[in-house]
């Protein structure tokens, strides 16, 4: 880090876990998490990705809030519902099917 011709980026969710030694030679930018509601269309495309049908925005805002802005996480939480989902039934193609049944009833 001494080097006077580089530049590095750390990045982290915990910076009292970071040495002071490094704190007291880095430029702290603080960058505020998105809100939760920005995340909706990340979360609901992995879903879609996974081949789950896509929950109401109450059901993955909750999920989304318990990440703390953690992109990472988000995206594992994502992960997790869509398994969830294809597991107990929640499919796009069960959803289409659904549709499909809807309309010729109608």
């Not at 490094?22 to 960058?31: D, E, F, G, P, T």
């Not at 994502?78 to 010729?104: C, F, M, P």
Request: aromatic share 4%; with cysteine.
């Amino acid at each position: 880090m001494s080097n006077p011709n580089s530049i590095f980026y750390f990045t982290t969710n915990n910076l009292h876990g970071v040495d002071g030694g490094v704190q007291s030679r880095c430029h702290l930018i603080n960058m505020e998490a998105a809100p939760s509601q920005a995340w909706i269309k990340l979360f609901s495309q992995i879903l879609i990705d996974r081949g789950a049908s896509i929950p109401s925005a109450q059901t993955m805002l909750p999920l989304i809030d318990a990440c703390n802005g953690c992109v990472r996480d988000i995206v594992t939480a994502a992960q997790v519902l869509a398994a969830k989902r294809i597991e107990s039934g929640h499919t796009i193609q069960a959803a289409a099917n659904a549709d499909d049944a809807e309309q010729d009833a109608a």
